[in-house]
């Protein structure tokens, strides 16, 4: 370790008294500075050297000792090699100035005092961390034992510190043995520490000198996840098999169906999912979030597959990265400690000869997207711990609300899995592109939560509505649903309240923002009606910015190439 610049001045002593020249000092005077200053140590410099004058307490004669020299940046390794040769030793600047002094009191005071404090920090995050935590010796012996492991084992330190590990856990189930060793490390390793106890290792050697002194292991109680997962992928799978039971009773629909809205941009974008379903390309769909990205995603996989293919969706933002692998892949029986003894197919296994819904893919754990490239590439894959390859053909939608291209370049997603997803990219326009489509959405949602709390709605106002339309619609239709089933539950006799929207009513309450819309003699369509309403915002919106377009877009919250399609469509031009 380097003792950094300004830290020599805590570790060292700066009271001394310092002597340029023997001749500007007479025996005399020397022993009166010794006398008068007991406490504080004399140096004397001559010819680039520097001495400690001390009196003899026996002879009172006065000694002049040779200090070693240190700079200010010296290593603390140098520091203790000089005190083993001189008693003392003055630290020097850059310029050669003497600012201060070591000598083995003061060093070993400061060393004890800094040991403490070390020791005291250690114990404080011991104490603080809620994983179990444990460190044992090269004799096995127990150094450290923290809140989290007595919680976990129901053993408290101080039964368990300075003693062998042995004496209270069986050697075959400790993996610190191991680590301690076969000096290996473990990383995000599942085991069973106790009989119906599963929990997630971390380990790894101390290492001291070239040698092994210890081992650290921390350890996370899974158990309740694991199981929680087998009854998830149990319940997963009796609905995946109903699924396919009716799916063959039923005929094949209008893939686009559950898509509510006939705006133009939504039919472009239903145009282009036909387009890239008459293919066997890879198709990544970009939406923020609440536009319906699963929706679209069953519509590809309904024109591409049979009645009978499998529609596997994995949302790789919701499983834990230790359980990812043996989520896709399966697992093969005894795999890995607490596995199920029948072993257990995954989904990618389950997805042969239909689709592989790869949902928020850019929240897959960085280490399992070289696997996915491999599976995607050879369309072969290994189940955790099996040894016989299993060949699989499926086709593969990945949909993320996230900018893949921002995360390669922080480093967090793969570039050549991208553009292996990437064969067709489709995006899917948020609500606010789409306003138009708000009412059909807002009336089917309506029927659908009034029958579903048996609150017949008798219709929607005309101010709640116009408060719909202008809302900005952050969440999309995930939003919507939910401000519906919010006015829904609220409503009184059948009747909807402008009150109970959960934003901002003040544009309908203070007055229109455009009143030539709602004249009563207007008989326009709506969709003129609202590009004529479209037209004002945006014009408002560039005159606050300038006639800044990037600026005006990244206002309204969408793309440039979005806000010059609009500009061109409503004739605006700037």
């Known amino acids: 370790m380097y003792v950094k610049k300004g830290e020599w001045k805590d570790f060292m002593g700066m009271d001394f008294k310092l ?15 010794l006398d008068s200053n007991q406490s504080e140590p004399i140096f004397l410099v001559q010819e680039d050297k520097t001495y400690h004058v001390k009196m003899d307490t026996s002879t009172k004669q006065l000694q002049y000792i040779r200090c070693g020299e240190l700079s200010r940046i010296a290593d603390i390794r140098e520091c203790v090699d000089l005190l083993n040769i001189f008693e003392s030793v003055v630290i020097k600047k850059d310029n050669g100035k003497i600012i201060g002094y070591l000598d083995h009191q003061k060093f070993c005071e400061k060393l004890i005092t800094a040991n403490n404090e070390l020791k005291a920090y250690l114990s404080t995050i011991v104490a603080t961390v809620d994983e179990s935590c444990t460190v044992i010796d090269s004799d096995k012996r127990v150094v450290v034992w923290s809140k989290g492991a007595e919680k976990l084992f129901s053993v408290k330190s101080e039964e368990i510190i300075g003693k062998p590990i042995t004496d209270f856990f069986s050697p075959d189930r400790l993996e610190i043995l191991n680590t301690l060793k076969e000096e290996t490390s473990v990383y995000h390793s599942q085991h069973i520490a106790r009989e119906n106890q599963v929990v997630l290792i971390n380990s790894n050697p101390v290492h001291y000198n070239d040698q092994v002194i210890g081992a650290v292991v921390s350890e996370q109680d899974i158990t309740s996840q694991v199981k929680l997962n087998k009854e998830l992928y149990t319940t997963s799978e009796r609905l995946f098999n109903l699924e396919k039971e009716v799916n063959k009773l039923m005929a094949k629909e209008d893939p686009f169906a559950p898509i509510r809205g006939n705006s133009s941009v939504l039919d472009k974008t239903k145009n282009k999912i036909i387009k890239a379903s008459s293919t066997d390309a890879n198709i990544l769909i970009h939406g923020e979030s609440g536009v319906g990205k699963e929706l679209f995603a069953k519509a590809t996989h309904h024109i591409r597959e049979g009645k009978q293919a499998p529609f596997v969706a994995l949302n790789c933002g919701a499983i834990p990265a230790a359980l990812f692998e043996s989520e896709i892949f399966g697992y093969e029986k005894g795999a890995f400690s607490g596995a199920d003894q029948k072993g257990k197919k995954g989904k990618v296994e389950l997805a042969k000869g239909g689709t592989l ?5 850019g929240e897959m754990p960085l280490d399992m997207q070289v696997k996915i490239l491999r599976l995607l590439q050879e369309k072969r894959f290994y ?5 016989k390859e299993i060949e699989v053909d499926f086709h593969v939608v990945a ?12 480093g967090k997603f793969r570039e050549d899995l991208y553009y292996r997803l990437n064969v067709v990219s489709i995006e899917i326009p948020p609500l606010r592109e789409r306003p ?3 009412i059909e959405l807002t009336h089917y949602f309506l029927h659908e939560i009034s029958i579903k709390y048996n609150r017949p709605i008798h219709g929607v106002s005309q101010a709640v509505m116009q408060t719909l339309l202008q809302h900005n619609w952050p969440g999309n239709i995930r939003e919507l649903k939910n401000v519906i089933e919010r006015l829904v539950v609220f409503s009184d006799n059948g009747e909807i309240k402008l009150e109970d929207l959960p934003f901002d009513t003040d544009i309908i309450e203070n007055g229109n923002p455009n009143p030539s ?13 609202l590009q004529e309403l479209e037209k004002e915002i945006i014009l408002k919106e560039l005159q606050k910015v300038d006639g800044n377009k990037q600026n005006c877009a990244k206002n309204l919250q969408i793309t440039r190439a979005t806000l010059y399609n609009r500009l061109n469509k409503l ?3 700037v």
């Open 19 to 33: 002597i340029r020249d023997e001749n500007d000092y007479t025996e005399k005077k020397i022993r009166s500075l």
């Open 357 to 361: 819904f790869l949902d928020e893919i």
């Open 383 to 387: 189940p955790v711990g099996g040894t």
């Open 399 to 410: 949909a993320t609300n996230r900018d893949l291209k921002e995360l390669i370049k922080e």
């Open 436 to 438: 138009e489509d708000i």
């Open 517 to 529: 819309i709602y004249m009563d003699n207007d008989n326009r369509s709506l969709n003129d009606r």
């Open 571 to 573: 004739g605006i031009k």
